[in-house]
């Protein structure tokens, strides 16, 4: 899950003096002012509360959970502290819809989804807003499913971050009754403690670039793995084989021009010490 440009303003165009006013705060991305016997809370695992903000590190797995007072129809964002947007629900990946019944809590990985939601980066405050409604959504205008996308989640086209995404979503509901749509944030910090290093740049003149790096990590040796194998999966490589035995996994991966990248990750016996080796090479 790829996570603060917090402002308090009005929306473009919006007016305290209507009922459909939205505004932007330090807590929140998008505030129906009227109240509604519809509410919807989101939390992470860590806080069941919903009120604090819980950090992770890079390779955790995070679990988002939600319930309505009523049917409703939700929908998950990530907003980064870099702007990034993501749709988290709904997707390709989970088990039913995304409709909830009243009084329900739905988990996002549920047990039965066979998918999950990792902590790659960067650091920083992430924010996860929840929307629920009594109606379906049009979200064609900000996210789309291409059809030739294997990643089971949409393309996000919202720029400007959380301020783009408030305004986006404040022309969507805008048709709705008031009572009919409401909003809730949930909050997590992905600490840089024990973020592994970056993924090297390679110059596009090098035909065959090597990257190593040797650090400590409570993660596992599997999680080390899925870090950097999420990363290149980012940069748009797509898994062809991986092996594994106790103390090493080795993964090949390749991106549509070609270029290729051997990922190695090998755990120093009796210790929680790792080393990392990225081979990429480029065509002629």
Same mark, same amino acid.
């Given at each position: 899950?790829?996570?603060?440009?917090?402002?308090?303003?009005?929306?473009? /165009?919006?007016? @305290?003096?209507?009922?459909?006013?939205?505004?932007?705060?330090?807590?929140?991305?998008?505030?129906?002012?009227?109240?509604?016997?519809?509410?919807?809370?989101?939390?992470?695992?860590?806080?069941?509360? #919903?009120?604090?903000?819980?950090?992770?590190? +890079? #390779?955790?797995?995070?679990?988002?959970? *939600?319930?309505?007072?009523?049917?409703?129809?939700?929908?998950?964002?990530?907003?980064?502290?870099? /702007?990034?947007?993501?749709?988290?629900?709904?997707?390709?990946? +989970?088990? /039913?819809?995304?409709?909830?019944?009243?009084?329900?809590?739905?988990?996002?990985?549920?047990?039965? &989804?066979?998918?999950?939601? &990792?902590?790659?980066?960067?650091?920083?405050?992430?924010?996860?807003?929840? *929307?629920?409604?009594?109606?379906?959504?049009?979200?064609? &205008?900000?996210?789309?499913?291409?059809?030739?996308?294997?990643? $089971?989640?949409? @393309?996000?086209?919202?720029?400007?971050?959380?301020? $783009?995404? +408030?305004?986006?979503?404040?022309?969507?509901?805008?048709?709705?009754?008031?009572?009919?749509?409401?909003?809730?944030?949930?909050?997590?910090?992905?600490?840089?403690?024990?973020?592994?290093?970056?993924?090297?740049?390679?110059? *596009?003149?090098?035909?065959?670039?090597?990257?190593?790096?040797?650090?400590?990590?409570?993660?596992?040796?599997?999680?080390?793995?899925?870090?950097?194998?999420?990363?290149?999966?980012?940069?748009?490589?797509?898994?062809?084989?991986?092996?594994?035995?106790?103390?090493?996994?080795? /993964?090949?991966?390749?991106?549509?021009?070609?270029?290729?990248?051997?990922?190695?990750?090998?755990?120093?016996?009796?210790?929680?010490?790792?080393?990392?080796?990225?081979?990429?090479?480029?065509?002629?």
């Amino acid at each position: 899950m790829k996570y603060v440009l917090m402002t308090l303003a009005l929306l473009a /165009g919006a007016s @305290t003096s209507t009922a459909l006013a939205q505004t932007i705060t330090s807590q929140s991305i998008i505030v129906n002012p009227v109240a509604s016997p519809l509410k919807v809370n989101v939390w992470t695992a860590k806080d069941t509360t #919903g009120t604090k903000t819980p950090t992770y590190v +890079a #390779g955790d797995r995070i679990v988002l959970n *939600v319930k309505t007072t009523q049917d409703a129809y939700v929908y998950l964002f990530n907003v980064d502290q870099r /702007g990034n947007i993501n749709l988290i629900l709904p997707n390709r990946f +989970a088990s /039913g819809s995304n409709f909830i019944k009243a009084n329900t809590t739905k988990s996002f990985p549920g047990k039965e &989804d066979k998918f999950t939601f &990792d902590i790659a980066g960067p650091a920083g405050l992430n924010k996860v807003l929840a *929307v629920a409604s009594t109606d379906q959504l049009n979200l064609d &205008d900000i996210a789309q499913f291409k059809e030739d996308q294997q990643t $089971g989640f949409a @393309t996000v086209t919202i720029k400007g971050g959380q301020n $783009g995404l +408030a305004q986006a979503l404040s022309i969507i509901v805008k048709p709705l009754a008031s009572k009919d749509w409401v909003t809730d944030i949930a909050q997590y910090q992905i600490s840089a403690a024990v973020a592994t290093p970056p993924l090297p740049v390679v110059s *596009v003149t090098t035909k065959v670039s090597t990257w190593k790096s040797s650090f400590k990590s409570a993660l596992g040796l599997m999680r080390v793995y899925d870090f950097y194998a999420n990363q290149l999966k980012a940069q748009g490589f797509e898994s062809d084989e991986m092996t594994t035995s106790r103390l090493q996994m080795v /993964g090949k991966f390749s991106l549509y021009d070609d270029t290729t990248t051997n990922l190695t990750v090998k755990q120093r016996p009796g210790t929680t010490m790792y080393d990392v080796v990225l081979v990429r090479t480029q065509p002629q």
